[in-house]
């Protein structure tokens, strides 16, 4: 990675409210999801406004995966999300 991308990914980083959005993410899974599930319901069409908050919350514990489900937009499989100690 060369300089701009890493300058350019930190001040996007800083620019976005982390903690926010993390507590945005886990209010709304009240049952396990896909990351598209989960952007769509809180009204992002990018996946990236949530999947590096689940990357970030999968290594602090709070979120686990809890199996695959087919997602009709990339006809792939995708990771299914839910909140960590749930069953």
């Known amino acids: 990675m060369n300089g701009i991308t890493l300058e350019t990914r930190q001040e996007s980083y800083i620019k976005t409210e982390t903690g926010e959005r993390r507590r945005l993410i886990s209010s709304v ?23 590096p908050r689940l990357s970030e919350m999968m290594r602090d514990g709070t979120v686990e995966t809890v199996g695959k489900a087919y997602d009709e937009a990339t006809e792939r499989s995708v990771a299914v999300y839910r909140r960590a100690g749930v069953d």
């Open 29 to 51: 899974m009240d049952k396990p999801m896909t990351a598209r599930q989960i952007a769509y319901r809180l009204g992002f069409k990018d996946l990236n406004a949530v999947k």
